[in-house]
């Protein structure tokens, strides 16, 4: 897809009703040529997208062919329309569909030098560190290695989609795309904070998040915890210390059953284990900060504040 038609293809999906996810990896363009007459001129070619500076490197040129070593990467470069510059991905990228017929390159940690070679990407996409050797081995390469941080909370998710887009579109066609996505989402958050806070009975439930069948919870200052708040919830296990709490709810990852919880000596006593006021919550699109978790939270929302949406 070229840096045109990418920019035109957002510019139409953005303006389209909220409650609409992004689309997955398409290969299919026709979307471009039917309503590219409507919408604005694209950047002057006077503007010169690259070099650009992002994630700690300058990418001297708009990426064309890239491997991604990191599940997270290849999930956004998919959901916002890159999917079709993905030529390579790691042994557990799962997600969406499309990349299952990709060649696999192996993980950060034991990446696959000769079938990433094979590939001749210009740039290869890890969130997980490199080894120093292998980190040398592809320089050799001459290929072009971008790592990224996880993020640690939603404004850096934001600022993640961002860059992910100066990244493969430039400074100002990917600045532009970026900025829309990030408000986009950011007014998605918006409207269930808003939603939330107008629920009819105007309780303030308190909740544990049960991320792991280790026993494992969300504690302030992560990510896990902004989700509780974002969703109204006071989280009882912000201190560490759930000894003598009663949560009003339990949240769940879906690594854990319910009948974990009610049969742990941790979690099994309490009330809302013992009248099933608990909620599965899939984890890997939160741990990768995928769109797709602004979906996941609001469906989440409607199972608490049922009386919210049915006013």
């Keep these: 897809m070229s840096q045109r038609r990418t920019g035109l293809f957002w510019l139409g999906m953005l303006g389209l ?50 491997v991604s070593l990191s599940p997270a990467v290849t999930e956004l470069l998919c959901a916002f329309g890159y999917g079709d510059r993905l030529f390579g991905v790691s042994d557990v990228c799962d997600y969406p569909e499309m990349v299952f017929g990709l060649p696999q390159c192996g993980t950060s940690l034991l990446p696959d030098l000769e079938q990433i070679e094979e590939i001749s990407p210009d740039y290869l996409i890890t969130e997980t560190p490199l080894q120093q050797e292998d980190y040398w081995d592809l320089m050799n390469l001459d290929i072009e290695i971008v790592e990224i941080s996880a993020p640690q909370d939603f404004s850096e998710v934001l600022n993640l989609y961002r860059d992910i887009c100066i990244l493969m579109d430039g400074s100002s066609t990917g600045a ?3 900025k829309m996505l990030a408000d986009l989402y950011s007014q998605q958050i918006s409207v ?30 992560s990510f896990f915890h902004e989700i509780l708040s974002i969703l109204g919830l006071v989280n009882l296990a912000e201190s560490g210390d759930i000894s003598g709490e009663q949560p009003d709810l339990v949240l769940f990852g879906d690594r854990i ?53 049915d006013a």
């Design 257 to 309: 059953s319910k009948e974990d919880i009610q049969q742990s000596a941790d979690f099994g006593g309490w009330e809302a284990v013992q009248q099933d006021k608990m909620f599965e919550m899939p984890l890997a699109p939160l741990e990768r900060a995928s769109p797709r978790m602004f979906d996941i939270l609001e469906q989440l929302a409607k199972q608490i504040y049922t009386s919210s949406w």
């Design 192 to 221: 269930l904070q808003e939603k939330v806070s107008e629920d009819p009975l105007g309780d303030t439930l308190s909740a544990v998040f049960v991320i792991d069948p280790n026993g494992i919870i969300a504690t302030g200052g």
């Design 17 to 66: 009703c909220l409650s609409l996810p992004l689309a997955g990896c398409r290969r299919d363009n026709s979307l471009s040529s039917d309503s590219s007459s409507s919408l604005p001129e694209s950047l002057p070619p006077q503007v010169a997208e690259y070099p650009v500076e992002v994630f700690g490197i300058e990418a001297e040129s708009q990426p064309v062919r890239v």
């Design 176 to 178: 532009e795309t970026g």
